[in-house]
């Protein structure tokens, strides 16, 4: 079949898309078969790509908006778990046939706000109709002085774990928008249901931590806390534990909690929340207490590494105030 | 909903695509959030992205195999429109819910094949089940020396209009497997079958044009000879004429045309041949012409860059022995 890139979807592009790259000579308008970017010297790239589909990674009723929030989100979420620079994304758009133009231009608009906060440009991507379900890919693109990238396999025995932000509201905020939690003051609604559709990835956090050279091992939590710290902990060859009461919570996920206790293993399993889990020395503490501070981002201490334990099955453990584990469910999100 | 990262997944993964990763470091083992890479001093990047989807860009009854070279080809190819030198790719795949494993085992297998000419490597990606077609998006990163980019912006009046290989041959070849064309000896029918499901991208050619400069702007062929052409004249703010008789068909192509006159318009009109069509000027000639014999791969002068015409509605003439201009239909395929 020939490729179905005349037409509307030259029409698209230039109404919608073409201002998303505009300033931005790299992209050559969009009107090339590729970009060409320059890498600033004594960096590395840094490259990550990542697929959402209405009705397995987003709800069909989000918002245009809020669906464009979620796949930048994702996307500049895993650069900033390298400690990269974003730089520029590039889109593959796979829009249902019959799809309203509105939809498509507030998607757009969408992508735009979502960018413009780290200033990354759209430099080029594809845009194409199916009969399916709709589903769009990112591909983020970032530079990261070199050898200076963050990376999974460096926490060892003795370092601490730490946690950005607030975690477990982007699991509640989904069960918020599904209606399985009743009963929210409107703010603890909004607040939850804002962070799963609206995440704030947080690159300038980790470029910082790149930069000052901080930190041994780092991962985002997409898959949820005790996943993501397990892939830092399977990487690194150690184990992990985790001081449940450490984990720093947001007022509505307290509230949600008072109302459904069972609801603390969306907290440690559940994803979608794109804060950084990393690990540093005990050394590095008061720098980035310090580093929390400037960039008036919260840092807990929530656990410790340590090493390899043939008689533990888990690599990460999630302690109650007496030292005892608390038994999870499998957790993470089975779908394939 | 959580990111489906867990369980099958990371099987899957490890299983088939890893593998394709090997011998490159940058791939961090598939294992980190994003592939860290290095490209060569003095050189820019060039990226790309190409979406194919089930039904839409690919007959459902193609093999895993043609699947895989198919969405390669048309990445390498994009790449190869540009100049640049293959360096990576990375895949985002949605697999049906349901689909065997066989068909990704064959699908895996058939991209290692696709990249084993190019040396490039799966560096990173993206693996998601979907309850709607397949759809696979692949980023291709390849580079160039600074400024030396083919672009479609440089030709200009007086330029020669050159073509890679033969064309019309996809077009062709699909209408082939749809079961359009009949009568077919086996060697026409599996030529043409095989030059739609297994494209050769041009990027061993078109790093050559790059590096000598011969070339005044560029395209790669898969909207259709006429379409890519009038890309070109578009972005370089000229017209062109191409002489039917003077582009090059393949015995299976001719073979076709005998019995089915009509699908002339397949030839410039079709699409998915991944040549190369570029503008020179009339002293590079003896230069490419000796390129073509040193790397086998012929090319023809089909026609000339003329000046923008107010009388002229259409940027690209094909014009039969006479000098009259065939008239084709709206060409392009119109599908969003």
Redesign the interface.
């Known amino acids: 079949?020939?490729?179905?890139?005349?037409?509307?979807?030259f029409d698209?592009i230039s109404k919608y898309f073409k201002p998303l790259s505009q300033g931005a000579d790299e992209a050559?308008g969009l009107?090339?078969?590729?970009?060409?970017?320059?890498?600033p010297?004594g960096h590395?790239?840094?490259?990550?790509?990542?697929?959402v589909?209405e009705?397995?990674?987003?709800?069909s009723s989000l918002s245009p908006e809020d669906v464009a929030y979620k796949v930048v989100g994702?996307n500049l979420s895993?650069?900033a778990?390298?400690g990269?620079t974003p730089h520029?994304v590039?889109?593959?758009a796979?829009?249902s046939?019959g799809l309203p133009e509105d939809w498509i231009a507030a998607f757009a608009a969408g992508l735009q706000s979502a960018l413009a906060p780290s200033g990354v440009k759209l430099?080029?991507?594809?845009?194409?109709?199916?009969?399916?379900?709709m589903?769009f890919?990112i591909?983020?693109?970032?530079h990261?002085r070199?050898g200076r990238?963050l990376?999974?396999?460096g926490a060892r025995q003795g370092d601490l774990v730490l946690a950005t932000g607030t975690i477990g509201d982007g699991?509640l905020g989904?069960a918020v928008l599904q209606g399985d939690i009743q009963g929210l003051s409107t703010q603890h609604h909004d607040h939850l249901a804002g962070r799963y559709a609206r995440p704030e990835p947080r690159w300038g956090f980790a470029m910082e931590l790149s930069k000052r050279g901080l930190v041994s091992a780092a991962?985002?939590i997409?898959?949820?806390l005790v996943?993501d710290l397990g892939?830092i902990c399977?990487?690194s060859g150690v184990t992990a534990t985790i001081e449940a009461e450490q984990v720093l919570l947001s007022d509505a996920a307290q509230a949600v909690l008072e109302k459904y206790p069972e609801r603390i293993q969306d907290v440690f399993t559940?994803?979608?929340d794109y804060e950084l889990v990393f690990t540093a020395p005990e050394t590095a503490l008061a720098d980035l207490e310090e580093l929390s501070e400037i960039l008036s981002l919260p840092l807990s201490v929530i656990g410790r590494i340590e090493p390899l334990d043939g008689a533990c099955e888990e690599s990460v453990q999630v302690l109650d105030t007496n030292g005892h584990p608390i038994l999870l469910g499998s957790?993470?999100?089975?779908?394939?």
Do not use: C, W
């Open positions: 079949m020939p490729n179905p890139s005349t037409g509307r979807e698209i050559l009107l090339d078969d590729a970009a060409v970017l320059k890498v010297g590395q790239l840094v490259v990550t790509t990542d697929v589909v009705g397995v990674h987003f709800l994702a895993d650069l778990a390298m990269a520029a590039f889109l593959a796979q829009f046939i430099l080029g991507g594809d845009t194409v109709s199916t009969p399916g379900p589903a890919t591909t983020a693109l970032g990261v070199d990238a990376m999974r396999s699991a989904l991962v985002d997409s898959d949820g996943a892939h399977q990487a559940g994803g979608d957790g993470g999100y089975r779908h394939l």
